[in-house]
């Protein structure tokens, strides 16, 4: 756990027994709070850090999650019964699949296979009464005066919101603007990587999201993945050129009729320079590989494109993106 200050807490949800690849958010006070859940098979340790924070399995009033992809949802069943008193907020396109996950289990099997079992466990049905949807903006009371402003921001996923704190101006952004991978150096920015996953990525609206998420004029961004970043203009552009720049070197790559391998190892070699915290170490390659596959977003991009441009490139369909 980490004192973000505020009584915002980040908790490293440990996926795959990673550490500083996904967080969930702790806000105590009044009414205190979880954003985002981490895997079935986090949920020991959230609920751990929870009570290592002095929060009981009576006292969570809400768990909000960005979106309903199985990093971010995942333990949300397993939590809503290690604290029974907690209502779960979630996007309104989402909260059928939180209720009943079988449709939502089913697809992600098909994508990910055995690493169902061994990185994310079982999504767990929460009860229909506990779950309240969220539609274009939403609230959250934290007791005290301080809420949390919901605002869909689709792009990445159709049921993802964004939060943003009205009393201190986090803006907890999911997986909106991309994934954060954060430098062990002060003096060096970390790298900001696009997730763009089958079967829901569109250009158009995540760039309008990453817009929203400036009129919001946050004070500090708080990445699922992964952790605090206190400069929003650069890396909010940053998130929005790199989005860019992928689609377009998956139009290239389309063009080209490459397949699918062919397409991965072309988009490494041209991005490769573009994120120097990941490629200089051999395990943040690989747990960030893990969590966002080459694979999976070049799929997710094509899978728009063949929308977008009317036409399809039989690069590779979802389930070959795990």
């Known amino acids: 756990m980490t004192n973000l200050g505020s009584d915002v807490h980040e908790i490293d949800t440990l996926m795959s027994g990673h550490t500083g690849i996904t967080a969930g958010y702790a806000i105590l006070g009044e009414h205190p709070a979880l954003i985002e859940t981490g895997t079935a098979k986090s949920a020991p340790v959230v609920r751990d850090a929870l009570a290592a924070l002095g929060v009981g399995p009576e006292d969570l009033r809400t768990i909000v999650v960005t979106h309903i992809h199985l990093d971010h949802a995942g333990g949300v069943g397993d939590l809503a019964a290690m604290f029974p008193n907690a209502e779960i907020v979630v996007h309104a396109s989402g909260a059928r699949h939180l209720v009943d996950p079988t449709r939502l289990m089913s697809s992600a099997r098909r994508v990910f296979g055995s690493l169902m079992d061994d990185v994310f466990g079982p999504l767990l049905p929460t009860e229909a009464r506990r779950v309240r949807a969220v539609e274009d903006v939403g609230s959250i009371d934290l007791g005290g005066g301080r809420r949390l402003e919901t605002h869909h921001t689709p792009g990445h996923a159709r049921h993802h919101v964004g939060l943003i704190d009205n009393v201190t101006g986090d803006l907890y952004v999911g997986d909106a603007a991309g994934l954060y991978i954060p430098s062990d150096d002060p003096d060096q920015p970390g790298d900001v990587r696009p997730g763009t996953p089958p079967p829901d990525f569109d250009l158009p609206l995540a760039l309008n999201s990453l817009e929203k998420f400036r009129t919001l004029r946050p004070t500090r961004l708080l990445f699922s993945h992964y952790g605090p970043v206190r400069d929003v203009t650069d890396t909010l552009a940053r998130a929005e050129e790199e989005v860019r720049l992928w689609v377009e070197l998956v139009r290239d790559a389309r063009t ?48 728009y494109l063949n929308k977008a441009d009317g036409w399809e490139h039989p690069m590779a369909d979802a389930a070959s993106a795990g």
């Open 256 to 303: 080209s009729r490459l397949d699918l391998d062919h397409a991965i190892e072309m988009v490494r070699e041209k991005t490769a320079a573009r994120y120097p915290v990941e490629t200089a170490n051999e395990e943040t390659q690989t747990k960030f590989e893990e969590l966002s596959s080459f694979a999976s977003n070049i799929v997710g991009i094509n899978m």
